[in-house]
């Protein structure tokens, strides 16, 4: 049998937990303001998300859920070269289905060597990986089922805003 007290401390202790699930985002105004909302930070404030116990999540750039799921899983990485129309085909077509993806480009032969490591095998471009699964040369339907089984919508759910990342080159540069 329960006291009344035990009743009282129970029941102030979930309303304690459940208040803080209605403010699922927080940001600063530049005057130093705080706000907790339950709609995103207008533009040019600095905040962003809420997780369940209330720590700021990371700036996923307004990815959706579902496809932040798929590129956590499944992880996409162009390889490119220069002037390779091929390449610039491949960019829209992951532009187009929506997919957020790193483009690593290949220019120099420590590019070269590390394309390898990476476990490809010739150097033929444009190539991919979705995960552990690698594609050399653009071909709309393999990608398609690539990233099919990997989860990716088939249609655009980005936000339009969304761009990706520049390429950078696939061997780091050394420090100088």
Same mark, same amino acid.
């Given at each position: 049998?329960?006291?009344?007290? /035990?009743?009282?401390?129970? $029941?102030?202790?979930?309303? =304690?937990? $459940?208040?803080?699930?209605?403010?699922?985002?927080? !940001?600063?105004? *530049? @005057?130093?303001?705080?706000?907790? #909302?339950?709609?995103?930070? *207008?533009?040019?404030?600095?905040?962003?998300?809420? %997780? *369940?116990?209330?720590? $700021?999540?990371?700036?996923? %750039?307004?990815?959706?859920?579902?496809? /932040?799921? $798929? &590129?956590?899983?499944?992880?996409?990485?162009?390889?490119?070269?220069?002037?390779?129309?091929?390449?610039?085909? =491949?960019?829209?077509?992951? &532009?187009? /289905?929506?997919?957020?993806?790193?483009?690593? #480009?290949? &220019?120099?032969?420590?590019?070269?060597?590390?394309?390898?490591?990476?476990? +490809?095998?010739? @150097? #033929? +471009?444009?190539?991919?990986?979705? %995960? /552990?699964?690698?594609?050399? %040369? +653009?071909?709309?339907?393999? !990608? @398609?089922?690539?990233?099919?089984?990997?989860?990716?919508?088939?249609? &655009?759910?980005? *936000?339009? #805003? !969304?761009?990706?990342?520049?390429?950078?080159?696939?061997?780091?540069?050394?420090?100088?």
């Amino acid at each position: 049998m329960r006291t009344p007290d /035990r009743t009282l401390a129970l $029941a102030l202790a979930l309303c =304690a937990l $459940a208040a803080p699930a209605a403010a699922q985002y927080k !940001w600063v105004a *530049p @005057n130093g303001a705080i706000t907790y #909302s339950d709609q995103p930070p *207008p533009p040019g404030m600095t905040g962003g998300a809420l %997780g *369940p116990a209330g720590v $700021a999540l990371p700036d996923e %750039g307004g990815i959706p859920v579902a496809l /932040r799921d $798929a &590129s956590s899983k499944y992880p996409v990485v162009l390889y490119t070269a220069a002037d390779c129309t091929p390449c610039q085909e =491949a960019r829209t077509h992951l &532009s187009k /289905r929506g997919v957020p993806y790193a483009e690593k #480009s290949i &220019s120099t032969s420590k590019d070269v060597e590390a394309f390898k490591r990476v476990g +490809f095998t010739e @150097n #033929s +471009f444009p190539a991919i990986t979705v %995960g /552990r699964e690698k594609l050399i %040369g +653009f071909e709309a339907e393999g !990608w @398609n089922r690539l990233l099919d089984a990997a989860g990716y919508p088939k249609t &655009s759910v980005l *936000p339009a #805003s !969304w761009r990706p990342p520049a390429a950078q080159p696939l061997a780091a540069p050394k420090p100088a």
